[in-house]
């Protein structure tokens, strides 16, 4: 399916300053968009019909009377259902005797966002709870791909991903435990950056694993990714001159589509001269995020396990209940083995400065329904839950289609080192 794709957020922002276009315009366009595609995609849960109207007026009255509040002064944002907005009921993906009241308040990312001048449009679409990667939700219905409505947009931050890439919103926000901003950008074609492990504030987002999830913002392009990561958050970005840019030699590439690889390593090209690198922690990485996530999971849902497990959808409870499985002797092992790979990679990264190339998912979208549960969160995790453990930033960005369905890369840079990822997907940073 073609779906028109909408300008830049630097492209919509001139138009609103040069008067050819306001915020209530726009709005009101992608009101329309929703409701013509959502009924086929559920990308949005929830739309904020009448808040956004009233917050786009109000940007498009503040642009009237020259007040300017920065490059997301009156554009709307998607915001994935963990998000807490005030007076709206935080899903989470879960059944609906476990939806608490509506938000006192606004969530720490959102609040910032409003404070931007940015519009909240609506609440996307995610897997249960956050535990998952299909966004094949058993209460809301599955979320579908814009590009194969027969197919995945990837999860857990689905509906984000979908939103994006069919042209429902400019900017949406994700979060990230396993790979969950990540999946989805590479799936859908769009672009996505799980940030350092607590770069953004978590307040009022519900939570999964609180020692792995991230909050990130999630776009169709980077420089739109990296204006709404500084709106969200202390990041700003620096001048980078020079990184090296690294390929590893083992794990990342075993098993991947042929033509993912091709892919891959042609973006990785005009980058500049390329080293290859051994990662010889990475698959023990895999194999570690699941002990501390599902540990830390069942810690948040002990109580909803044991006394409603017939509330979670069907093979959700017994996902989360492996945690229980876990000892707390194999959890201080990960968490061991959690500073050994951080290390690892900071020393690999951080001087000189480099960034480490990996593929964003080794096959494209899948169909709805195919390997559900943890055969298919085994496969598409298989190259971002390892920078989860890490805690360190990475960069999704699309590079191509395999039959027809998006593929895309991961950038991995050291602990903060948003600025060198900008740089690299800019071309700004060239290697000595």
Known sequence: MAYTP??????????????????????????GRIARENPKLN???????????AEAERATREFREGRDRGPLHGIPVGVKDLFDVAGHVTTAGAHKEFHPPPAARDSEVVRRLREAGAVMLGKTGLHEWALGVTSNN???????????????????????????????????LGTDTGGSI????????????????????ME????????????????????????????????????VRKARVLIPKNYFFDGVDA???????????????????????????????????????????????????????????????????????DFARALAFKEEWRSFLQRLLAVPPAVLVVPGTPVPATPIGDREGSAIARVMTRFTSPFNLAGVPVLSLPVGKVGGLPVGLQLVAPPFGESLLWAVAHGAAQAP
């Open 182 to 201: 990540r999946i989805p950008s590479a799936l859908c074609g769009t672009v996505g950056i799980k940030p350092t492990f607590g770069l953004v504030d």
């Open 204 to 239: 009022g987002v519900a939570p999964l694993s609180r020692s792995l999830d991230t909050a990130g913002p999630m776009a169709n392009s980077a420089d739109d990714a990296f204006l709404m990561l500084e709106a969200m958050s202390d990041f700003k970005r620096k001048d």
């Open 43 to 53: 990308a949005f849960y929830e739309v904020f019909t009448v808040e956004a109207r």
């Open 259 to 329: 033509e993912v690889i091709r892919l891959v390593r042609a973006a990785v090209e005009p980058l500049g001269p390329v080293e290859e690198v051994d990662v010889p922690l990475a698959l023990k990485a895999w194999e570690t995020n699941p002990v501390i996530l599902l540990s830390e999971a069942v810690a948040v849902h002990e109580q909803r396990l044991k006394e409603h497990p017939e509330r979670f959808g069907p093979g959700m409870a017994d996902r989360f209940n492996g945690g229980f499985a876990y000892r707390g002797v």
């Open 138 to 172: 058993a209460h809301f219905g599955p979320t579908r791909n814009p590009h194969d409505p027969s197919r995945i947009p990837g999860g857990s931050s689905g509906g984000s991903g979908a939103a994006l890439a069919a042209g429902l919103c400019p900017l949406a």
């Open 6 to 31: 909408l300008p830049s957020v630097r492209e919509l922002g001139r138009r609103f300053r040069d008067g050819s276009l306001t915020p209530s315009a726009l709005v009101e366009d992608l009101l």
